[in-house]
């Protein structure tokens, strides 16, 4: 479905683009087509990685089984590669998919989770600050991953940089997200009786272990992905 949504979405932009043209007789009608490729690359890679994304986010082949009780996501892999490939603003609506995703996801789910009030409002001791922990660090996971790789590919090798830039944004993400789960709940009486009475090691515990293996996850990936990307778009990289 999203396939043929997309399809759907270039014909009716190319079509509108062409006739755009004819009707006012535009002299710039080759740069206008040129931009509609680019815009169709744009949206179909984008379709991918939200394809990808859903998949990782809804079936088992997203996760990493550690232990009992700890499952390290590989969700936030897509959104990172999207970055080197598309245009800030295509990755950014990226990080919006990852959020929604991971909204509903807890909200349905997971909302049998202990921890699912860090994101979504409909757990029991959720509120507004769970939308804030569930959207706004992995709408700034491409923002990070960009403006990192396009600062290291210029002083190191193109692979250490796409690995440092995955590795680094995906540690501040974690760090978004703890932080803000601590900031938010740590003094919410009926969280700190479901968790525990030492909240700030239980989110180490939980949450600890995971991040370490996601950093390294995305660091290794980027590394190995990036100049295929670069042959696939030699312009973005």
Known sequence: ???????????????????????????????????????????????????????FCFTPLGSIPIGPGIVATLAHIPVIIS???????????????????????????GLASPTSFAFTPFSEFGNFYSIIICFIPRLLIPFFTSVTFDFLKRKINISVSAGISAAFSTFLHSVMV??????????????????????????????????????????????????????????KI
């Open 1 to 55: 479905y999203i396939v043929i949504l997309v399809f759907i979405i270039i014909f009716l932009h190319y079509t509108c683009i062409k006739y755009i043209c004819l009707l006012f007789k535009a002299k710039n009608t080759k740069l206008l087509f040129w931009y509609s490729l680019l815009y169709i690359f744009n949206i179909l890679i984008l379709a991918i990685f939200a394809s990808i994304e859903i998949i």
């Open 178 to 235: 703890l932080g803000m789960i601590y900031l938010f709940f740590h003094k919410n009486t009926n969280v700190s009786e479901l968790l525990g009475k030492n909240f700030l090691s239980f989110i180490i515990l939980w949450a600890g272990v995971n991040s370490i293996i996601e950093i390294i996850t995305a660091g290794f990936v980027a590394a190995m992905v990036i100049k295929p990307l670069k042959s696939l778009k030699s312009d």
């Open 83 to 109: 970055a080197f490939l598309l245009e800030k603003k295509y990755s950014l609506i990226m990080g919006g998919i990852m959020g929604l995703c991971s909204f509903i996801w807890w909200s349905t789910i």
